[in-house]
Each structure stands twice: as structure tokens, then as C-alpha cells.
């Protein structure tokens, strides 16, 4: 799998693209963050990637970092073709060291002492292209270090461009090929000029074109959909009013128009009157006609004794699907009638992003599973093939502020590009263990007191993330002078960029206790209310 997907390949002829190989770090897909900010498209591939196999040739190449050392058995190590591309090359710490280790082993060793943290480098000059990596820079500059491996002498046919205090060796270049190595992350914001440094790698010296931009991935998309699902195709969506989907689905929508069937279902663990609300916003707002189907019955039903919160999400994963089937079969019935839309549903359409997709690209492989998030990992094989639905995923490439960005391109409204994320299998893992009508009930009355007081105070736009979630043990209380045994509500808000490190949000007391008050005496069988202060990590977002 080299990226392209529907439409990938599509990204590549439009936009020059830096090819990130990921050796495993955790701050990999930070490189193509920095890149996408500077404009230009990145893309993040694993770095055994058979350069054979890519369909597409970058501008440049860079190898990022690795918790392995290169002289290690086993170590993982790149195709040596990349070096036939003739493109410019930048390794970044693990990278660095591989291009070192590859033109002598003796090049790479242990260092006597592991440098994690700040460091102030220093760059030299020397002449020609070997100075454009620190063109335009101050000679002197904190940059971040996370090493334990050095650079024993200088490669054969290198420059030293920089030192640190530590690192004789902390940036390099060759004095004729464009080939580059940083001892240090240039990615991560600690790194003073890190961006400006990506920026002389990809533009000055890769030559890249800085036209990344959402409105030209919006045409571009939108005709790249059209030549996919082609003059009769017809599309069944899973929208379910979350910002992905939504703008995917107007996206769709500007596309092919009719031939597009959006559909949400109502698995009975969604908010309060979310279904409708969000069937007259698509209405409203984009004018996208979606079908709720009424699942919630079957959905409770199946989730009756069901504790486990994987139980849970693997069996509201597949019920998704079994609706999802149904409805492609009864839109074709309906819509032989009608020579315009008549066809068969040939693709089906979802909200997947590109952290979805790294993840289950990166080259540890998918990370140990902490939960089966309900679309990742694709869809049966009976969905894709039985029925050959092709699967959609239009904002597979972008991540979630470059969605948002998207959304504000197509002319959607602040509201629903702003909305929080709310996760497929829904009120269902903000209830703790089983999941009954009841604590459904009072999770969507506590939640919905909850964001409205929060939006009341203006902090709706500062927080990531916020719900209410039921612990069902009950604690004791008093109210009227009467014991009262309730559930116990947790309140939830975080804040992130990315949703895989957050921290809880830090309220103002009043709101707080004004969302306390309310709930305890507007949410019957309730009698505690309790904030949950828990960072990801250890906790999660999501209660299960
Ligand atoms: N109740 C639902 N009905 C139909 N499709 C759904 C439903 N819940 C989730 N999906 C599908 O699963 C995809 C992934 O869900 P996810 O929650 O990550 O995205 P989203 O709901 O579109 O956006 P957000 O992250 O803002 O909630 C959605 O994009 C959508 O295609
Ligand atoms: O569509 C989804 N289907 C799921 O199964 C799912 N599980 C978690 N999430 C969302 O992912 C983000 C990270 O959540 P966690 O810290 O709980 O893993 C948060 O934004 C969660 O809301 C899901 N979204
Ligand atoms: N961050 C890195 O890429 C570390 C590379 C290598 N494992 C070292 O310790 O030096
Ligand atoms: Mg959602």
C-alpha cells in the first residue's frame, strides 16, 4: 500500500510531495505536520516502502527518527534504490545515522551519554549548497535532542554544518549530492527554527512548490471523485453529523449531487435529539437530504448484558455494517423507479482521516490495541466484496484541522466545523459496564446540561472534547431532607491538538458548580457529580 487510494494518486500529480520514511518515531508524523503547515504535501510512508512499489516520485525524501540503533541486528534499514531517485535526502537522527551507517558500519556507535532535551547548536559554513539547509538562519540556535547513538567521524564525502555541545557531529551535508543529516528534530516546536529548516530542506532545496492548499484539495477532490464513481455510479455515505463526515459529504454532495445517498443511523446511544438535529442541519446548512434509519431498539437489545467494553464496540461495529448493507439494497429497489438514479450502489463513503491511516501504516505496525475504534481496520470483507462497494474515504489524506480548514472551504458553517468529535459506538462507552434505556437516559440529560453550560460560559471553542459519563455505582445522598442512592455522573473535557495526548481542561469553579447544581437536580437518579482530571496518558478520551 504506497497511498493511493482513490484520489492519492491524483495528490501527487497536483502537488510535489516530500516523502517522509518512518523508522518509528513518535515524532514522525510531526515532519509531515510542519510540512502540510508550510504548505507543501507530505506524505508518511514506512521505511521498508519498496521505492519500486511508490507510485509517485517526491521531491525529496526524509528519514526520521528511530528508537532502534543502526548497528544493531535486526535494525530496520532502507531500500537502498532511494538513493537511485537522485533526490534530496535529509535524515533526522535514526535517518542521520543510516545514511552514515551505510557508507561504513564503523560510522555509527554508541555514545558514552544519552542527550534528551535542549541543546544549543551551532551552524558553520562551508560553501555552496552545503549551506542552504541553515540559510537564512541565525548561526546559533536551542534545537531538541533525543539520542544515544553518535556519529563516530564524519561520513566520507561530508561537511559538518553545525555542532551542539555534545554532538560533534549535529548537522551534515555532502559536498556534492544533496544529501543532508540533523543530529536533532527539527519537527518539534522546542527546536528553535525548526520549521524554517524543514522549509530551506523542501523549498530551497527540494524545490517544492508551497500550493498545499484547501481550496485547491477541494478541487482537486471534488473532480477526482467525479473520474472515480464516474457518469452513473451511485454512493451510500455513513454521516453521522461529526465533522468528518460532514464534510465529506458535502464534498460528495459538490461532486456527483443526487447520485449520493447519505445515511445515519440511530443506534440508540447517540445525544439528546441529535438524529433530528443533525438531519435539519445537513438539510439546512447543505442542503444534503440524509436518511436516518431507527436502529436503536435492535442496538439496545444486543448491547443488553454486554459488559465488556470491546464486546461493546465490536458489536456495534458490525451492526453499523448490517444496516449499512440493508439500506444499499433497499435504495437500489427504490430508486429503479427513477431512470436518473436508477443503478447500482457501487461505493460506499466514510469519514476516515489520515491518524487513522498512519497508524495502521506506521512500520511498528498497528500500536497494541487500547480499543477497536469502530471504523478503523476497514469493513468486513463481505461489504467490500460480496457486494463490490468500493470504499470512499475522501479525507483520508488530511488530519483533523486540515478537515476543519476544508469545511470552512466549502462553505460550511463555524458550528459544525467546530463541533466536537463524537465517537461511533456513541453514549455507549460513556456508560461504565452494561448499557441500559435508563442510564442512556440520564448519561444524554446529564451530557446535554453539560455542553450547554459550557457553551453558555464561551468555552465551547477551548475545550477538544467534553461529555458526561455514567458510572453506574451508586452513592448516597441527601436531598429534601430524604436519602437518596444514585448514579454518579463523571464529567469529561479535554484538550488537544491531536487526540493522542490530551489534558483535562481546566474550568473555572463557577461553571463547574453551576453544571453540578443543575445536574443533580434536573437528572433523576442522579445524587454525585464528579471532574475528571485524568491526561491522556495514562486515561483515554473515552471513558472505555
Ligand atoms: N451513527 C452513525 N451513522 C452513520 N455513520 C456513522 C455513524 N457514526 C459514525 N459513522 C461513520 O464512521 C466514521 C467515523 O466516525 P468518527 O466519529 O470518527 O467521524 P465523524 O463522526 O464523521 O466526525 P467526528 O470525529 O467529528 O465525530 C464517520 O465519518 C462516519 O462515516
Ligand atoms: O469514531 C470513533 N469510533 C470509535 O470507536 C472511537 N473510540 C474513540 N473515539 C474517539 O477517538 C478519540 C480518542 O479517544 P480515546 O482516547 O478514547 O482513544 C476521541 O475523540 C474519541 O471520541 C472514537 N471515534
Ligand atoms: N531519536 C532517534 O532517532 C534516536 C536514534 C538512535 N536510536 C539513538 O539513540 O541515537
Ligand atoms: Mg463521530
Same mark, same amino acid.
Given at each position: 500500500?504506497?497511498?493511493?487510494?482513490?484520489?492519492?494518486?491524483?495528490?501527487?500529480?497536483?502537488?510535489?510531495?516530500?516523502?517522509?520514511?518512518?523508522?518509528?518515531?513518535?515524532?514522525?508524523?510531526?515532519?509531515?505536520?510542519?510540512?502540510?503547515?508550510?504548505?507543501?504535501?507530505?506524505?508518511?510512508?514506512?521505511?521498508?516502502?519498496?521505492?519500486?512499489?511508490?507510485?509517485?516520485?517526491?521531491?525529496?525524501?526524509?528519514?526520521?527518527?528511530?528508537?532502534?540503533?543502526?548497528?544493531?541486528?535486526?535494525?530496520?534499514?532502507?531500500?537502498?534504490?532511494?538513493?537511485?531517485?537522485?533526490?534530496?535526502?535529509?535524515?533526522?537522527?535514526?535517518?542521520?545515522?543510516?545514511?552514515?551507517?551505510?557508507?561504513?558500519?564503523?560510522?555509527? !556507535? /554508541?555514545?558514552?551519554? @544519552?542527550?534528551? #532535551?535542549?541543546?544549543?547548536?551551532?551552524?558553520?559554513? %562551508?560553501? +555552496?549548497? $552545503? &549551506?542552504?539547509?541553515?540559510?537564512?538562519?541565525?548561526?546559533?540556535?536551542?534545537?531538541?535532542?533525543?539520542?544515544?547513538?553518535?556519529?563516530?567521524?564524519?561520513?566520507?564525502?561530508?561537511?559538518?554544518?553545525?555542532?551542539?555541545?555534545?554532538?560533534?557531529?549535529?548537522?551534515?551535508?555532502?559536498?556534492?549530492?544533496?544529501?543532508?543529516?540533523?543530529?536533532?528534530?527539527?519537527?518539534?516546536?522546542?527546536?528553535?527554527?525548526?520549521?524554517?529548516?524543514?522549509?530551506?530542506?523542501?523549498?530551497?532545496?527540494?524545490?517544492?512548490?508551497?500550493?498545499?492548499?484547501?481550496?485547491?484539495?477541494?478541487?482537486?477532490? !471534488? /473532480?477526482?471523485?467525479? @473520474?472515480?464513481? #464516474?457518469?452513473?455510479?451511485?454512493?451510500?455515505?455513513? %454521516?453521522? +453529523?461529526? $465533522? &468528518?463526515?460532514?464534510?465529506?459529504?458535502?464534498?460528495?454532495?459538490?461532486?456527483?449531487?443526487?447520485?449520493?445517498?447519505?445515511?445515519?443511523?440511530?443506534?440508540?446511544?447517540?445525544?439528546?435529539?441529535?438524529?433530528?438535529?443533525?438531519?435539519?442541519?445537513?438539510?439546512?446548512?447543505?442542503?444534503?437530504?440524509?436518511?436516518?434509519?431507527?436502529?436503536?431498539?435492535?442496538?439496545?437489545?444486543?448491547?443488553?448484558?454486554?459488559?465488556?467494553?470491546?464486546?461493546?464496540?465490536?458489536?456495534?461495529?458490525?451492526?453499523?455494517?448490517?444496516?449499512?448493507?440493508?439500506?444499499?439494497?433497499?435504495?437500489?429497489?427504490?430508486? /429503479?423507479?427513477?431512470?436518473?438514479?436508477? #443503478?447500482?450502489?457501487?461505493?460506499?463513503?466514510?469519514?476516515?482521516?489520515?491518524?487513522?491511516?498512519?497508524?495502521?501504516?506506521?512500520?511498528?505496525?498497528?500500536?497494541?490495541?487500547?480499543?477497536?475504534?469502530?471504523?478503523?481496520?476497514?469493513?468486513?470483507?463481505?461489504?467490500?466484496?460480496?457486494?463490490?462497494?468500493?470504499?470512499?474515504?475522501?479525507?483520508?489524506?488530511?488530519?483533523?484541522?486540515?478537515?476543519?480548514?476544508?469545511?470552512?472551504?466549502?462553505?460550511?458553517?463555524?458550528?459544525?466545523?467546530?463541533?466536537?468529535?463524537?465517537?461511533?459506538?456513541?453514549?455507549?462507552?460513556?456508560?461504565?459496564?452494561?448499557?441500559?434505556?435508563?442510564?442512556?437516559?440520564?448519561?444524554?440529560?446529564?451530557?446535554?446540561?453539560?455542553?450547554?453550560?459550557?457553551?453558555?460560559?464561551?468555552?465551547?471553542?477551548?475545550?477538544?472534547?467534553?461529555?458526561?459519563?455514567?458510572?453506574?455505582?451508586?452513592?448516597?445522598?441527601?436531598?429534601?431532607?430524604?436519602?437518596?442512592?444514585?448514579?454518579?455522573?463523571?464529567?469529561?473535557?479535554?484538550?488537544?491538538?491531536?487526540?493522542?495526548?490530551?489534558?483535562?481542561?481546566?474550568?473555572?469553579?463557577?461553571?463547574?458548580?453551576?453544571?453540578?447544581?443543575?445536574?443533580?437536580?434536573?437528572?433523576?437518579?442522579?445524587?454525585?457529580?464528579?471532574?475528571?482530571?485524568?491526561?491522556?496518558?495514562?486515561?483515554?478520551?473515552?471513558?472505555?
Amino acid at each position: 500500500m504506497s497511498g493511493t487510494g482513490p484520489g492519492e494518486a491524483m495528490a501527487h500529480e497536483t502537488f510535489d510531495t516530500i516523502l517522509v520514511l518512518d523508522f518509528g518515531s513518535q515524532y514522525t508524523h510531526l515532519i509531515t505536520r510542519r510540512l502540510r503547515e508550510l504548505n507543501i504535501f507530505s506524505e508518511m510512508l514506512p521505511c521498508t516502502q519498496k521505492i519500486a512499489e511508490l507510485k509517485f516520485k517526491p521531491k525529496g525524501i526524509i528519514l526520521s527518527g528511530g528508537p532502534y540503533s543502526v548497528y544493531e541486528e535486526g535494525s530496520p534499514h532502507v531500500d537502498p534504490a532511494v538513493f537511485d531517485l537522485n533526490v534530496p535526502i535529509l535524515g533526522i537522527c535514526y535517518g542521520m545515522q543510516e545514511l552514515a551507517y551505510r557508507i561504513g558500519t564503523d560510522n555509527v !556507535i /554508541a555514545g558514552t551519554h @544519552r542527550e534528551y #532535551g535542549h541543546s544549543n547548536l551551532k551552524a558553520q559554513s %562551508v560553501n +555552496g549548497h $552545503v &549551506d542552504r539547509l541553515f540559510e537564512g538562519l541565525e548561526d546559533s540556535m536551542r534545537v531538541w535532542m533525543s539520542h544515544g547513538d553518535k556519529l563516530a567521524k564524519l561520513p566520507e564525502g561530508f561537511h559538518t554544518v553545525a555542532t551542539s555541545d555534545n554532538s560533534e557531529y549535529a548537522a551534515i551535508a555532502h559536498g556534492e549530492k544533496l544529501i543532508y543529516g540533523l543530529q536533532f528534530h527539527p519537527e518539534v516546536t522546542h527546536t528553535q527554527n525548526g520549521t524554517a529548516l524543514l522549509k530551506n530542506f523542501a523549498v530551497g532545496i527540494c524545490h517544492c512548490n508551497q500550493n498545499w492548499t484547501m481550496e485547491r484539495f477541494m478541487e482537486e477532490k !471534488i /473532480a477526482d471523485i467525479r @473520474r472515480t464513481v #464516474g457518469e452513473k455510479g451511485q454512493v451510500l455515505a455513513a %454521516v453521522s +453529523g461529526g $465533522v &468528518d463526515s460532514t464534510v465529506a459529504a458535502k464534498l460528495m454532495k459538490e461532486a456527483i449531487g443526487d447520485r449520493f445517498w447519505a445515511v445515519l443511523v440511530n443506534n440508540g446511544v447517540m445525544r439528546l435529539n441529535e438524529c433530528e438535529q443533525v438531519q435539519r442541519d445537513l438539510s439546512e446548512a447543505l442542503g444534503i437530504n440524509l436518511t436516518v434509519i431507527d436502529g436503536a431498539k435492535e442496538f439496545l437489545d444486543g448491547l443488553k448484558g454486554v459488559e465488556d467494553p470491546e464486546k461493546k464496540r465490536k458489536f456495534i461495529g458490525g451492526k453499523f455494517i448490517d444496516f449499512f448493507e440493508a439500506e444499499a439494497i433497499k435504495i437500489e429497489e427504490a430508486a /429503479a423507479k427513477d431512470p436518473n438514479r436508477a #443503478g447500482k450502489i457501487e461505493f460506499f463513503m466514510q469519514g476516515t482521516l489520515y491518524p487513522d491511516v498512519i497508524e495502521s501504516l506506521s512500520f511498528k505496525g498497528p500500536s497494541a490495541t487500547i480499543k477497536t475504534h469502530h471504523n478503523v481496520g476497514g469493513l468486513p470483507a463481505r461489504m467490500t466484496n460480496g457486494q463490490g462497494l468500493k470504499l470512499i474515504e475522501p479525507l483520508r489524506s488530511l488530519y483533523k484541522d486540515e478537515v476543519r480548514a476544508l469545511g470552512r472551504a466549502l462553505g460550511i458553517r463555524e458550528e459544525l466545523v467546530m463541533r466536537h468529535p463524537f465517537p461511533g459506538p456513541g453514549i455507549a462507552v460513556r456508560i461504565l459496564g452494561e448499557v441500559t434505556e435508563e442510564k442512556v437516559n440520564i448519561a444524554r440529560q446529564a451530557d446535554h446540561i453539560f455542553i450547554s453550560e459550557i457553551r453558555k460560559a464561551g468555552l465551547y471553542d477551548q475545550i477538544s472534547q467534553a461529555y458526561a459519563a455514567v458510572d453506574p455505582s451508586r452513592a448516597v445522598g441527601v436531598m429534601g431532607d430524604k436519602r437518596v442512592y444514585g448514579y454518579i455522573i463523571i464529567l469529561r473535557a479535554v484538550t488537544t491538538t491531536d487526540y493522542m495526548t490530551a489534558e483535562a481542561f481546566n474550568f473555572p469553579w463557577d461553571v463547574l458548580q453551576r453544571i453540578m447544581n443543575r445536574i443533580v437536580n434536573e437528572v433523576h437518579g442522579v445524587c454525585r457529580v464528579v471532574y475528571d482530571i485524568t491526561s491522556k496518558p495514562p486515561g483515554t478520551i473515552e471513558m472505555e
